[in-house]
């Protein structure tokens, strides 16, 4: 099932959280900076620890203060290359798979590369869909809650999974 609504990534308890990075693990929107604020002193500079990450690639890390079992970070841009279709798509992706892998079955995530400079929300919503309904599919009982970061953002999450 995918539900649409506009609480913060936070909001809720959750398997997981999908958070949108650039390769460096700095924040994508102010949404993300928030959330990395609510998991605690310390939080990023750890998952940070890692290294660099490459582009389309997705890490699995703890969860810090945050409502949720794990944070699946998404390597959507760097600092040489803006948000593109194809490295949000190749993101999600692997952060799918990686889910699965752990068998997470609830995800909450942001509308993807959405926001100045990126994707159209409409792209956005059309580019997620190819992949999130999928991974629904793909498993019993798997839920993944869509947190738009604004109204526009909810109006097109809304045509997007009306359902939702």
């Known amino acids: 099932m995918i539900e649409v609504g506009d609480a913060?990534?936070?909001a809720s308890g959750t398997g997981a959280v999908l958070r949108p990075t650039r390769t460096d693990w700095t924040a994508t929107t102010p949404e993300?900076?928030?959330l990395d604020l609510e998991a605690g002193e310390g939080w990023l500079e750890r998952c940070a620890a890692q290294g660099e990450l490459v582009l389309g690639a997705a890490a699995i890390t703890d969860a810090g203060q945050l409502g949720a079992e794990f944070v699946i970070h998404l390597?959507?841009?760097s600092r040489d290359e803006p948000v593109s279709g194809r490295s949000v798509s190749a993101a999600l992706r692997n952060a799918l798979r990686r889910a699965a892998e752990w068998d997470v079955a609830e995800l909450a995530v942001p509308l993807l590369g959405a926001g100045p400079g990126g994707l159209g929300l409409e792209e956005a919503c059309r580019l997620m869909a190819r992949h999130l309904d999928g991974?629904?599919?793909g498993?019993?009982?798997?839920?993944?809650?869509?947190?738009a970061g604004d109204p526009a953002e909810l109006e097109?999450?809304?045509a997007a999974w009306p359902a939702g």
Do not use: D, M
């Open 8 to 10: 913060p990534l936070s």
């Open 32 to 34: 993300v900076r928030r």
């Open 75 to 77: 390597a959507v841009c």
């Open 135 to 137: 991974f629904v599919a």
């Open 139 to 147: 498993g019993e009982g798997r839920t993944v809650r869509i947190a």
């Open 156 to 158: 097109a999450a809304r």
